[in-house]
C-alpha cells in the first residue's frame, strides 16, 4: 500500500490554484459590489462605511499587486 496517511497528503491540486487573471477578475468583481454598496450607506452607517472602505482600500492593493503595478 503506497497511499500517505492522511495527515501527510496535500488537499492542494491543481484545481484548486487560480491563475493570476482569475484572481484580478474576483478581486475586480468583489471591488465593484464593495463599490456599488458605499452609496447605498446613509449617514447612520458610518461604522460600516469605515470598514467598506477599509476593505476596498485592501482590493484595490491585492489587484494592482496582481499587475505588477
Known sequence: MSRK???????W???DLLTREEA???????IGEVEAR?????AADAAE???LETRLR???EAAAD???C
Open 49 to 51: 462605511r469605515a470598514l
Open 24 to 30: 484580478y477578475g474576483r478581486l475586480r468583481e468583489e
Open 66 to 68: 496582481l499587475l505588477g
Open 5 to 11: 496517511p492522511e495527515s501527510e497528503r496535500s488537499d
Open 38 to 42: 458605499l452609496p447605498e450607506l446613509g
Open 58 to 60: 485592501a482590493l484595490r
Open 13 to 15: 491540486t491543481e484545481l
